[in-house]
């Protein structure tokens, strides 16, 4: 094997990744951001630029209650941040997971312990065996989708709440 082929096969080895094995019908889609109104979010980054910093400013916007889950911050957004799900003192409806998918299963197991109603692991973010291990749970499962994509799309089908902005 010439240098060529060792690289193509490391770089084919380090790129490949879960095909979700589930996907979420839009209709769920619609009912789950109906219907939940607290959403944490785990892995924010306190930086404005990154994905789900944005995320997180947008859903903030759009009336959900944001509970960032950052071991590292104490403060993003203006709200109190929290080490892990574990330690948010009530039950969000929502995880959504910016997290490297070999960080998954411990936060779904998080998740199954605190009683959320959805894990929603944001695009790029594929894990089959704790979504299915989530679902066994009775917990709803969206994989590989943005959430603030998904509610642009659904907008005009989504009642708006107030803005949790005070």
Not at 27 to 44: H, M, Q, T
Not at 142 to 163: G, K, T, W, Y
Request: contains cysteine; aromatic residues 6%.
């Amino acid at each position: 094997m010439d240098a060529f082929e060792r690289r193509r096969e490391s770089l084919q080895s380090k790129t490949l990744c879960e095909i979700p094995q589930y996907s979420s019908a839009p209709d769920e889609i619609l009912e789950i951001l109906s219907s939940c109104r607290s959403i944490a979010i785990v892995g924010i980054s306190p930086k404005p630029e990154r994905d789900s910093h944005k995320v997180a400013a947008y859903l903030l916007g759009e009336g959900y209650e944001i509970v960032p889950v950052n071991p590292g911050q104490r403060e993003i957004l203006g709200r109190p941040c929290y080490r892990s799900l574990s330690d948010i003192p009530f039950t969000p409806d929502i995880a959504d997971l910016f997290l490297n998918p070999t960080r998954i299963p411990p936060v779904v197991d998080e998740a199954i312990a605190k009683g959320v109603k959805v894990i929603w692991m944001q695009l790029g973010v594929i894990h089959n065996e704790a979504a299915k291990k989530a679902m066994d749970a009775g917990i709803k499962v969206v994989m590989n989708r943005c959430i603030m994509a998904e509610h642009r799309f659904l907008s005009d089908r989504i009642p708006r709440q107030p803005s949790q902005r005070a």
